[in-house]
């Protein structure tokens, strides 16, 4: 600390906005423990709201409608080709979407009573931060949260600067309608991006290494989806990598591995995500970081400094929101003194493309590599009666039980609204249903979440499949 700082005392700092720190904070301030949260944009919601989760869905949401007026030409609805106009598209997605949210989460900070402060922050010991920028400051705190989240990735050899070259952050800003289209990486990000440049007109060429989209998620959940995928998209390149990129006449040059260079109007590189943890100063701290630049934690999201936890990407896979908001509360509660464990069995994870792909728990293929006895059961949505009426019975919902117990292990949902329908999945997972459960509990007729009872009743009426 020099002369002259401006020197900020608190219970707790908490840092970075995103969904694992205002949760940490909120959960802080409720709690009765004075709370300041540092982000360098002095906002909150951090890439979640504004870079990722929100912006995209919104721009899914556009491609659905795209999309589900097409199908309508299928029962005698034909609305003519869309029209898409690309200012009012970005103004609504700002600010209806983002916006509104954004200003919902200041309004609640204020309510609170907790403190944004705006700049970088940076650990000068375990007990103080830094902050740089427009207010410059040092947080002295009892406890503090790291919650920086991460950035996207970058591919190694793929190091050419061209505005033609994005990331994900700068694909949701839909800078143009490019008429072709490279996404290098057929994960979650690449695949739901990609449907929305296709959808808005592009044509969409996706390289993925591995030999399937969706690399890790179970096959039977990923076929409805690539089979739509193969139709909106001009190509599909598995097994394959891009090796190079430049620019040529207006455009970018792709070397595709095994196949003549194409080319490009822009490219789009989505090959996951990687946690910020440098340059926080965690040298000065008792904090351990593992492989990847991840910060080790305990179930009650502490640190190996006692004076320091982590929450949400930094701390490793998933790197999603909903678990990075719920180690918020736990860490929260933890500095309060009460009795909080990170210790949830079920963590949801949704692909929100079309068809929707949502599972939880444990898979098929995981739990025959660890050697566990379990039956599986499918109710294809060809005989859901709601599905039919929609004209989607393109779905499916998977069922995996405990062979001894008939407990719910995992569930995997492929169709439209799958990622509403897990979560009846996620509960049964973390409550320890059984099959039986599920079959005797009543669900509305016609709906798609009868897929999940129409899944446990054919598993006890038939016995499953082992």
């Known amino acids: 600390m020099v002369m002259g700082d401006l020197v900020n005392e608190v219970d707790v700092a908490v840092l970075g906005g995103g969904p694992g720190g205002y949760s940490a904070a909120f959960r802080c301030a409720e709690l009765g423990l004075e709370t300041v949260v540092v982000d360098t944009g002095k906002r909150l919601g951090g890439a979640c709201l504004y870079e990722g989760c929100i912006p ?5 949401h556009v491609a659905a409608v795209i999309g589900e007026a097409e199908r309508a030409k299928e029962f005698g609805l034909d609305f003519g080709e869309p029209r898409i106009t690309l200012d009012p598209l970005r103004k609504w997605k700002a600010e209806r979407v983002v916006g509104k949210l954004a200003r919902g989460l200041a309004s609640v900070a204020k309510a609170r009573k907790v403190e944004v402060v705006g700049g970088r922050g940076a650990f000068e010991d375990s007990r103080s931060i830094r902050v740089g920028g427009e207010e410059p400051q040092v947080i002295r705190f009892k406890h503090a949260v790291i919650a920086t989240g991460s950035l996207p990735s970058r591919v190694p050899g793929l190091d050419l600067v061209s505005d033609r070259i994005m990331d994900s952050t700068a694909a949701l800003e839909v800078p143009e309608i490019p008429e072709r289209l490279l996404v290098i990486g057929g994960g979650y990000i690449g695949l739901e991006l990609g449907q929305v440049y296709a959808a808005l007109g592009s044509r969409v060429t996706v390289v993925e290494m591995t030999d399937g989209l969706l690399p890790g998620v179970d096959r039977e959940l990923v076929q409805p989806l690539q089979r739509r995928c193969e139709k909106m998209f001009a190509a599909i390149f598995l097994k394959t990598k891009v090796t190079g990129l430049k620019e040529a006449g207006g455009a970018i040059e792709a070397a595709i591995e095994g ?6 109007d822009r490219v789009l590189i989505a090959v996951g995500r990687r946690a910020v943890s440098d340059g926080l100063g965690l040298q000065a701290t008792k904090v351990k970081i593992e492989g990847r630049g991840l910060i080790a934690v305990d179930e009650r999201c502490r640190t190996a400094d006692p004076h320091i936890y982590a929450v949400g990407d930094v701390t490793g896979d998933p790197m999603l929101a909903h678990r990075a908001m719920r180690q918020g ?4 509660e933890a500095i309060a003194g009460r009795a909080a464990a990170f210790d949830n069995v079920a963590i949801p994870a949704v692909v929100f493309t079309d068809p929707e792909v949502a599972w939880v728990g444990l898979m098929e293929t995981e739990a025959r590599r660890a050697g566990r006895q379990i039956k599986v059961t499918k109710f294809p949505w060809a005989a859901s009666g709601r599905a039919a009426s929609i004209g989607r019975s393109d779905g ?9 117990t008939s407990r719910v292990l995992g569930v995997g949902i492929v169709g439209p609204g799958a990622g509403e329908l897990i979560a009846e999945a996620s509960l049964a997972v973390e409550t320890a249903v059984t099959a039986e459960d599920l079959a005797l509990t009543i669900h509305a007729h016609p709906t798609l979440s009868e897929g999940l009872m129409e899944a446990a009743e054919s598993l006890l009426h038939q ?3 082992s």
């Open 259 to 264: 196949r003549e260079s194409l080319a490009f």
């Open 329 to 332: 509360k736990v860490a929260a």
């Open 463 to 465: 016995g499953g499949a």
């Open 56 to 60: 995209s869905k919104a721009l899914l």
């Open 396 to 404: 499916l919902t998977k069922l995996v039980v405990d062979a001894a």
